[in-house]
């Protein structure tokens, strides 16, 4: 499994390495604009590594996304099923890779965030008022510690369930189309209807509204009922984990 | 050893292979022959593993192919199939992590051989090196059993002598090797069996040697009067 995260890891290297980049250049932006206090560099780095915390996440998961499909619809899927790995292990390496991706990216750009944010009050004003005003603005929107680990363990969970459906779509299409014309498209079709249908289920549930109304809502409920709303996206990607698996392993010929 | 039993393949609009059964006999060299479309490359597939069959059975070793099989059976596609991404030396790198029976040393020395550098990368290789890099890596292998699909498929003489160089040096140790090619005069000289397939049917499975000693046919004539 080692081996193949390692070049699982090796295949988005570009992307990850082009996201870091953009990071590095919109924090020095940040850090200038703060520091010599220009409002225009300020907001263009504000700016910046927002865009770089949400897009560059989703980015991120749509290359993966594309480089499985790439594999299975060219010669490239020998360079995996030639190898002595099952299937199981194969697309598990996928999965294992973008959680990793999303859980160390998320943390990074949390710390960041934090940083940046005490950065920001220090040099606006003295430290204790900062400290003062920071914890005001938790108590005023009742953000604590846990708050902040649901938001995150939601978008975490929620995330690599999108992922690991989209994975299945790809590998199904693979099966069943063998590379042939419009295989993207019936993938897409396949990932909205189980993405719908997966929402209807979750509106028949006492927990939210639909799959993406759920979704957000997860991230305003209560506490426990966050965790149970990752719980239950976790429960989603192990369910398509192992369908995914189960295909490759009995149906996919490449 | 490497047997397909009754074994058949379906596409959607196409028959692949049809009801095909051959034994593969350990220590000899195989030429799979027959014009394109035959079901050469789907019977290689199968055999590595890559391709799953409609009905019948691909037996290595008396189990189904699979994972354990993949650790014996090196095959080699036709294709380009290395990540565009890597350079040769990360195509030995990815080999050594994946195979237990791939030799590095053996590797860098097919790779002098031919004239490859650990540097090069894959995407700027001509098509006459990529063959000659996926013949390094395939036959960097103790496998025991080769799959080589068309390994001189589009390649220039010269080239096609260092392939043939490569293969026929891997051949020291009793392996089983089965090569697929259009160009039936250069693969009679080594092939010491030769399986005819003609549309996804084995039509004839026949014996090089007995062939020239008793009928006086060379294979490219028996070759001609199977497929005309």
Known sequence: MKHLLKYEFRKTRTVKTAVLISTCIFEILFLLGLICNVPVLLGTGTMGLSFCATLGMLILGLVSIAVLYRELNSPQSYMLFLTPNSSYKIIGAKVLENGITLAVGGICFTVLAGIDLFLWGVQASDFPTVMHLLSDMMGNIQLNPADIARILLVLFSGWLSVLTIAFFAVVVQASLLNGRRFGGLFSFLLFLAIVVGIGIFISNLPLGQGFLGSFLQSMVVPVSTGFLYSLLYLGFTALFYALTGWIMDKKLSV | ?228
């Open chain 2, 1 to 228: 050893m490497l047997e397909s039993i009754h074994l058949t393949k379906n596409y959607l609009n196409k028959k692949a292979l049809d009801d095909v059964s051959i034994k593969l006999e350990k220590g000899q060299i195989y030429a799979l022959l027959g014009p394109n479309g035959s079901g050469k490359t789907t019977w290689m597939k199968t055999a590595a593993g890559l391709t799953k069959p409609t009905s019948g059975e691909m037996l290595y070793n008396g189990s189904p192919v699979g994972i354990e099989s993949r650790r014996e059976i090196a095959y080699m596609s036709t294709e380009p199939y290395f990540f565009h991404w890597m350079t040769v030396g990360d195509v030995g790198e990815y080999y050594q992590d994946f195979f237990e029976d791939f030799s590095s040393d053996r590797y860098r020395e097919l790779l002098t051989e031919m004239a490859l550098t650990e540097d090069m990368k894959v995407r700027q290789l001509s098509s006459g090196m990529a063959a000659k890099l996926k013949i390094a890596a395939t036959m960097a292998r103790k496998a025991s059993i080769f799959l080589l699909d068309e390994p001189l498929n589009g390649i220039d003489l010269i080239a096609r002598d260092h392939i043939m160089d490569a293969v026929i040096s891997s051949m020291e140790n009793p392996v089983t090797m089965v090569i697929s090619s259009h160009l039936v005069e250069e693969i009679e000289s080594f092939a010491s069996k030769a399986v005819f397939l003609r549309d996804g049917s084995a039509v004839e499975v026949c014996d090089v040697e007995d062939l020239r000693i008793r009928e006086g046919k060379s294979l490219a004539y028996k070759y001609r009067e199977i497929m005309e």
